[in-house]
């Protein structure tokens, strides 16, 4: 099946400072990629989905200037957490949509596990 | 009440049992997702359905669009299969974004 990567699968950086985690698709060209957010326990919450070529679009209350998204290719799309703060410590999923066979699938990556002390 | 239901939220069972999920919901969708997330966090996909039942290996998913309601099953569970399971509604003309279950903790003993 189609493979979605991401890449570090974990940070820990100092508050302060910038990360930028990305997702790709392995085998598969993804116009659409999505963010997600999850703390412990809780489920997946969507931050934004990312369009090749076009600006990302945000959900609300998820400011687009703290998380700069960059779907640069098909196969793309980064995410960079501006000035890290201890709140932002959480786990980051990225998934992709695969529309072959006409059937669109969503794919997920394995996730990036951010510390920031 | 969320638009995805899912039970139980907690499941411990001993290795060997037969393990059943259950998955409600009540947004139009013409398909749903089951999802497995491991402890170490990484989510894999199990099945897409939108009819009848599919199998893979010792698990089974079925869904009645009808009675808007699914269920996934784990025949001879095995510690291994300890994880979080998750079922979310594709997105829709109506609806963008998955919409995800509120997932299944399951233990299995050994």
């Known amino acids: 099946g189609a493979v979605v990567s991401q890449h570090p699968s974990r940070v820990i950086c100092k508050s302060g400072t910038s990360v930028k985690i990305e997702c790709r698709s392995l085998?598969?060209?993804?116009?659409?990629m999505f963010w997600y957010r999850q703390f412990p326990k809780q489920s997946l919450m969507l931050m934004a989905t990312?369009?090749?070529?076009?600006?990302?679009?945000?959900e609300q209350g998820v400011e687009k200037d703290k998380f700069l998204i960059n779907h640069a290719s098909l196969t793309l799309s980064t995410l960079t957490v501006t000035s890290a703060h201890p709140e932002d410590s959480s786990f980051y999923i990225c998934?992709?949509?695969?529309?072959?066979?006409?059937?669109?699938?969503?794919?997920f990556g394995p996730g990036t596990r951010l510390l920031v002390l | 009440k969320n638009e995805v239901e899912q039970s139980p939220q907690n499941l411990t069972a001993q290795e060997g049992e037969f393990i059943t999920i259950n998955c409600s919901y009540s947004v139009g969708i013409s398909a749903l997702h089951w999802l497995q997330q491991h402890p170490g966090g990484g989510i894999v996909s199990l099945f897409m359905?939108?009819?009848g039942k599919k199998k893979h290996g010792r698990l089974i998913a079925t869904i009645n669009i009808q009675e808007k309601h699914s269920s996934l099953h784990i025949t001879a569970s095995h510690p291994r299969d300890s994880a979080v399971y998750i079922c979310a509604a594709p997105p829709t003309s109506g609806t963008y974004k998955y919409i995800f279950g509120t997932g299944t903790r399951l233990k299995v003993l050994a």
């Open positions: 085998d598969f060209q993804a116009t659409t």
């Open positions: 990312s369009n090749e070529g076009s600006k990302a679009t945000y």
């Open positions: 998934s992709a949509n695969d529309l072959a066979g006409g059937q669109e699938t969503q794919y």
């Open positions: 359905l939108s009819s």
